[in-house]
């Protein structure tokens, strides 16, 4: 039977000089595509919270205690959809629901301290792993990085 690897020609990637903007748009993609997927693999073995439960306990670990409408907003999904990831996650009690100081109808989300507990570990084991990768780059490479970082945060932030 013949494979499906001899009827796809795999893709190039766009390096189109009448396109300058758009060949870097692939190259970018590709290259952060990569090692999101890199860093992901570096979670901790007895991690199996879902990637969106993870963005979760980061959020509120960054901004503090916030909304489920707050959050699905970030997260970009629909209410009933973080509703559930939260109840999934103040289940295991690694987030909390108090009540909203203005406003009845609203919950707020407020990460516990084994929340943040499994936030730090990750990090941690992540930010090892990316900085002996950045040790192996040359100062001024390392420079280039650290300036594109932010530029890459605004980019991942527009809407």
Do not use: I
């Not at 970009?76 to 289940?91: E, I, N």
């Not at 707020?108 to 090892?128: F, I, P």
């Not at 950045?134 to 527009?158: C, F, H, I, M």
């Amino acid at each position: 039977m013949p494979t499906l690897e001899k009827h796809v020609r795999p893709r190039r990637r766009r390096t189109d000089v009448a396109d300058p903007v758009g060949a870097v748009a692939t190259e970018l993609r590709f290259a952060v595509m990569r090692l999101r997927r890199r860093l992901a693999r570096e979670r901790h073995p007895d991690n199996d919270l879902s990637v969106s439960s993870m963005a979760v306990l980061y959020a509120l670990n960054r901004s503090g205690d916030l909304t489920v409408g707050a959050l699905a907003g970030r997260e970009q999904v629909q209410p009933p959809s973080m509703t559930r990831t939260v109840t999934a996650l103040a289940d295991v009690g690694l987030v909390e629901r108090c009540a909203h100081p203005s406003d009845g109808r609203q919950v707020v989300v407020r990460l516990t301290d084994e929340g943040r507990a499994v936030v730090s570990a990750d990090v941690a084991r992540r930010d090892r792993w990316l900085s002996r990768r950045l040790e192996e780059l040359t100062a001024d490479e390392r420079d280039v990085l650290r300036r594109a970082a932010p530029l890459l945060q605004r980019l991942a932030e527009a809407d």
